[in-house]
């Protein structure tokens, strides 16, 4: 079975350009989360789906950065402008189930550094 | 006060020993508790689930303690193989917002 599907896996980038990490769910998933891991923050969520609506973004930084779910199995996660202090690992993941106790699947990650 | 809150480590054990990490949430409400194993450069996996009642999984016992509103992993006969970094995971919100501990790194020697 295909897992979390996340591209690319690195991406490097000059500050102020635009950015756009994608995510593909487990097929019959309909939970979706990205997180973004730094080592001096660990994971923080950044924004969470259920059933393709956006449930908490009380995460997500500033207005720089974006995300949506335009059909039930992909996401994106957009930053624009990008800035140096974005680089981090960014993971997506997803879950069977909006309700409590369902486990969630990560994809490999995208490596982000912002020059 | 942190959502969520671990001992970072490292812990640094031979072969062999007993090892136990314990996670704290601030929560009263909370109901779904995991364990993530995170492999250095990878993604988070998940070990276990962390049931009411306790439970087992090979040389892995995860416990919830409602009352002190904490989680716990014990891990026996560690191998070489069990060096990572032990994420503990809490429902923190409404359904299903999961939020992570900054993890537990654990070594393992010869």
């Known amino acids: 079975d295909a897992g979390v599907i996340q591209s690319p896996r690195h991406e490097v980038t000059e500050m102020g350009q635009e950015v756009t990490l994608r995510c593909k769910l487990i097929?019959?998933?309909?939970?979706l989360f990205w997180y973004r891991q730094t080592m001096m923050r660990g994971l923080e969520l950044l924004i969470y789906?259920?059933?393709?609506?956006?449930?908490?973004d009380s995460g997500m930084p500033e207005d720089r950065f974006s995300a949506k779910m335009p059909n039930a199995s992909f996401s994106t996660l957009k930053i624009q402008p990008s800035e140096p202090r974005d680089s981090a690992v960014y993971f997506c993941?997803?879950?069977?189930?909006?309700?409590?106790?369902?486990?969630?699947?990560f994809g490999n990650g995208t490596r982000l550094t912002v020059t | 006060r942190k959502e969520v809150e671990q001992d970072p480590g490292p812990f640094n054990v031979p072969e062999g020993a007993t090892v136990a990490f314990n996670c704290t949430y601030s929560?009263?409400?909370?109901?779904?508790f995991f364990w993530y194993r995170q492999d250095c450069r990878k993604e988070p996996k998940l070990l276990m689930s962390?049931?009411?009642s306790g439970n087992e999984d090979g040389r892995f016992t995860a416990q919830l303690n409602r009352a002190s509103q904490y989680i716990s992993l014990l891990i026996r006969d560690s191998k070489l193989s069990d060096s990572a970094t032990y994420l503990c995971?809490?429902?923190?919100?409404?359904?299903?917002?999961?939020?992570f501990g900054t993890g537990t790194q654990l070594k393992v020697e010869l």
């Open positions: 993941a997803s879950s069977l189930g909006a309700g409590q106790g369902s486990p969630l699947h």
């Open positions: 097929s019959g998933h309909n939970s």
């Open positions: 789906f259920n059933n393709n609506v956006p449930i908490d």
């Open positions: 929560n009263s409400a909370s109901q779904s």
């Open positions: 962390v049931y009411s």
């Open positions: 995971v809490v429902n923190t919100g409404g359904g299903n917002k999961l939020t």
